[in-house]
């Protein structure tokens, strides 16, 4: 099986996604380590995959859907080819809710603080 060429490697943030990550069911489990294998691979991300969230410097995030199931997963950039991945949360309402954005600008934050 030849390995596919890896525009970014996803990492973690601390625990903040992985407890988010094994409170989901298998079916969600599966999709989200989908779509972070093809934001890896895609030179070229669809905004229906990752998408930068407004008026913010540089959070993005991971958008999954599984049947009506919404779920987003925020992360950033760090060297260009990094992707972060803090927070995830599943999305009830039509706007991410502001309390979730500033979660994970706090992160977002911290981390780079420790990583000067």
Known sequence: MESKKKYRTAIF???????FFLEQSDKVKAKIIWTIQLIEELERVPE???????????LYEIRIKLVRD????FCFFDQGKLII???GFQKKT???PKKEI???LKIME??????K
Do not use: H, M, P
């Not at 911290?110 to 990583?115: C, I, R, T």
């Open 85 to 87: 991945l803090i927070n």
């Open 94 to 96: 039509q706007k991410t």
């Open 48 to 58: 229906s995959f990752l998408k930068q969230i407004e008026s913010t410097n540089g």
């Open 70 to 73: 919404i779920f987003r997963i």
């Open 13 to 19: 943030y601390k625990d903040y996604f992985e407890k």
């Open 110 to 115: 911290v981390y780079k603080n420790e990583n």
């Open 102 to 104: 500033d979660k994970a």
